[in-house]
Every structure is written in C-alpha cells, then in structure tokens.
C-alpha cells in the first residue's frame, strides 16, 4: 500500500499533498481538479484519498487499496 494523497486548501487554492510531506505536489485553481489529480494518484498507489472542505476540517474519504471487510478480529 502507498501514501495517502490529500486534496486540501491552500491560500486562495487547491493542492494535492502527499502523506507524509511538508511541500504539497501540485497546486490548482480548483478543489475540483485538485481532487481529480489526488484521487488519481491514490488509485496508481491503491491509497486512500482524504478532501479537505473549505471550513479545513476533512470531509471525505475513498480507499483504493485492499480493504479487509469485514475486519479481521
């Protein structure tokens, strides 16, 4: 399993950040593409993509890796 990619604020715009990372990867003038690139990314790593509302409190999350459902335990 990869790194998980985060689509979050930054500034007036949106960025595509790497788990793990001070520097974000991409930036874009839209949340929208912003999370189109996130996501893609977290499907090549089969990670999890997290989105960051407008308030900075994440909003959303999609796994793209091998999820155990149901749990083991």
Known sequence: MGY???TVKYGDK?????????RVS????T???AMKFSRSQAKQ???EHRIQGKDG???DAD?????KFP???
Do not use: C
Not at 16 to 21: D, M, N, Y
Not at 63 to 67: F, L, N
């Open 63 to 67: 796994s793209y890796g091998k999820d």
């Open 31 to 33: 949340q929208k593409e």
């Open 71 to 73: 749990p083991e335990g």
């Open 14 to 22: 949106w960025a595509s950040r790497r788990e793990g990372s001070d």
């Open 4 to 6: 998980n990619y985060y």
């Open 57 to 59: 409190k994440f909003r």
């Open 26 to 29: 991409k930036v874009f003038d």
């Open 45 to 47: 790593n089969k990670s």
